[in-house]
């Protein structure tokens, strides 16, 4: 039965394929084949590359590939198919021109965190591809969660990232763009980074895809995204680190919560993320570092204001008057309703 449905498949394929050469549609012969059927294949860097050549030029030819990308992404019922829908989204943020990221879904998301609509994704038709519905649910997340992140911080991850061998980890450009932002702007992309970083701690098992070509595809960008993130998240703590000083106390309250996500993330990131050994230590040091400030100074505020309370606490006691000393007086009320 599943040889069948896998048969079904590729002629499927074949026969979407030759309709489209037919018709002379480069945009939507190059994604036919580059999101074909087969569960255990990813496309191939060719077919990804002509998809992204087609949709280059004008902005009506970039919408018009898009929105094939998308069509094809929402009424599919293959694991498979969606699985190498979501990697041509990967690959129009990496690789696709200014014009074709701009027709990404974020655009229109709205606010929304969903909006690739995949949360519910089930394809029953065979047991690879159940499994591969989760792994459909999973990075659809990601791609969503990536999409949020870039929306926030202004630039697409990754894009504009090269490791700059003075620093090792963040570029200088990274650096001088972090110090013009606000105390706030600095926490709220920090979260959004946090979030792809999370992430990871929900992948599937991939014991039983082991050997599978898509599934190793898809963890491996989305390992070079997690990176980035780390690489990112680095800057803005390094950077609310030297501003330490100048944060209010609910600017530093936030910055714990934030530093306490990162820290829940450490033992995920090490097992699953391969980042040099050097690298991480310079991450977990900066932010072990910048929750001993932390506490010292929530410390320090917890004691001033513990001596504000005593101190209004002996002041109001040495100006209370007796009750029984007011009771006994004899007050005269005026219309003014003041007491004399």
């Known amino acids: 039965m599943t040889k069948l449905k896998e048969l079904i498949g590729r002629l499927k394929d074949k026969a979407s394929q030759g309709k489209a050469a037919i018709l002379s549609k480069r945009a939507t012969l190059s994604l036919l084949r580059a999101t074909s059927h087969d569960p255990f294949t990813p496309p191939t860097s060719n077919h ?7 949709g280059d030029g004008s902005r009506v030819t970039a919408s018009a590939a898009m929105e094939l990308l998308m069509d094809r992404l929402q009424s599919t019922q ?3 198919v969606a699985l190498k829908c979501l990697i041509a989204i990967h690959c129009v943020v990496k690789r696709g021109s200014f014009i074709m990221r701009d027709q990404l879904p974020y655009s229109c998301g709205g606010g929304g965190r969903n909006y690739l609509n995949l949360s519910k ?19 659809a997340k990601h791609v969503e969660q990536l999409l949020w992140a870039s929306r926030i911080v202004g630039f697409f991850l990754g894009v504009e990232a090269e490791e700059d061998s003075s620093q090792g980890w963040w570029t200088k450009a990274g650096e001088e763009r972090a110090s013009s932002l606000s105390n706030g702007e600095l ?5 959004a980074l946090l979030a792809v970083i999370e992430g990871i701690g929900g992948i599937p098992d991939a014991a039983c895809m ?15 995204d997690v990176i980035v993130a780390l690489s ?35 033992e995920t990131v090490e097992e699953v993320v391969v980042v040099v050994a050097e690298k991480q230590r310079l991450l977990w040091d900066v932010v072990r570092e910048v929750k001993e400030k932390v506490e ?39 219309p003014s309703a003041r007491l004399l």
């Open 296 to 334: 010292k100074k929530v410390f320090r505020e917890e004691g001033k204001t513990m001596r504000r309370q005593r101190h209004r606490t002996t002041k109001s006691e040495r100006f209370e008057f007796p009750t029984l000393l007011i009771d006994s007086l004899d007050l005269v009320r005026f």
């Open 232 to 266: 990112e998240v680095l800057v803005r703590v390094n950077e609310l680190r030297e501003r330490f000083g100048c944060l209010s106390f609910g600017e530093v309250v936030e910055l714990v919560y934030v530093l306490n996500r990162l820290e829940k993330c450490k």
């Open 187 to 191: 926490l709220r992309e920090t979260d």
């Open 210 to 224: 082991e050997g599978n070509k898509l599934v190793g595809e898809i963890w491996s960008v989305v390992e070079e």
């Open 48 to 54: 990804l590359s002509t998809f992204l050549i087609a």
């Open 78 to 80: 293959s694991s498979a």
């Open 121 to 139: 994704f089930r394809d029953r038709s065979s047991p690879v591809s159940w499994e591969l519905s989760s792994w459909v649910r999973w990075y």
